[in-house]
């Protein structure tokens, strides 16, 4: 086996991982939102430890494998700008998690409604300040 063959082989297992961790980590999370809503629905004939297992585990060697690349200087420069399709985007997302939180926390009367709010509010802030978070990481050209 040539060391291209192997770094090609590598970079496929680290692709079909990457994918591994973004599918059951959206599978553990759509689960575990049933299971929360129909007590024993899933925990009935799954057990979600297993699913969670498969989340950590390649998430972990995801997150390693990246660090890896970018040391190689493999890291590819995207400048990404933010379209007002993505902040209204994040805007849905963060008032359905507002709800969430709240249908959560309803039974707490103005309180619950208060956690929601803010919490909503938090979410909101920290999707934009991801989004924007490349802009300011780099130095100036001055």
Do not use: H
């Amino acid at each position: 086996m040539t060391l291209q063959t192997f770094e090609l082989i590598w970079k496929i297992v680290r692709e079909l991982i990457a994918e591994v961790f973004k599918i059951s980590l959206l599978s553990y999370l759509l689960f575990y939102l049933i299971e929360d809503f129909f007590p024993g629905f899933v925990s009935g004939f799954f057990s979600m430890n297993i699913l969670l297992g498969i989340v950590v585990g390649s998430g972990v060697f995801t997150v390693v494998s990246q660090k890896e690349e970018n040391q190689e200087g493999e890291k590819k420069e995207a400048k990404n700008k933010i379209r007002a399709l993505d902040i209204v985007f994040i805007v849905i997302l963060s008032v359905i998690a507002g709800g969430l939180i709240y249908f959560k926390t309803k039974d707490l009367g103005k309180l619950g409604l208060a956690i929601s709010i803010i919490s909503g509010i938090i979410i909101l802030l920290m999707s934009i300040l991801l989004l924007m978070e490349d802009d300011y990481d780099k130095p100036s050209e001055n």
